[in-house]
């Protein structure tokens, strides 16, 4: 018991000092980001590709672009597409006492399709990444 007290007390300390960029490079690709660059006041809007230890390469409205781990100040991620749901129902109801006509076709038959189709909003970002401040 007194050897797994210590051990709790190392592992709880190593998730706590885990390295924020690690949670950048587990992003799956596609995911959107909101990239707050060093020294700029925009925001640049991007879809992850990849990311290495140095580097973030990410798919913008121009192509792809590469981005220095030293030049990123902050990065937001929004996870996931949203879910889409769509549900279409088709009713066709016939009268059972008419017969077919010669054409084809049967008389007082009604269709109606219903198709409901729900966008819900985009989730929110959130922060994965922000740079530690430089000790002095």
Excluded: H
Excluded at 16 to 34: C, F, H, I, N, Y
Excluded at 69 to 95: A, F, H, M, N
Excluded at 122 to 134: H, Q, S, T
């Amino acid at each position: 018991m007194k050897r797994i007290v210590p051990l709790l007390l190392i592992a709880l300390a190593l998730l706590a000092a885990e390295d924020p960029w690690v949670q950048v490079t587990e992003l799956k690709s596609g995911a959107e980001l909101r990239i707050d660059k060093v020294n700029t006041k925009q925001s640049l809007e991007a879809k992850f590709d990849r990311a290495s230890g140095e580097s973030l390469i990410v798919v913008t409205k121009t192509g792809q672009v590469s981005i220095p781990k030293e030049q990123i100040e902050r990065i937001d991620c929004r996870r996931g597409p949203s879910p889409r749901l769509k549900d279409t129902r088709v009713d066709r109801k016939i009268s059972p006492n008419k017969a077919e006509t010669t054409d084809g076709t049967f008389p007082g038959v009604t269709t109606s399709v219903k198709t409901r189709l729900d966008i819900p909003s985009k989730p929110a970002f959130e922060r994965i990444y922000d740079r530690a401040p430089e000790r002095q």
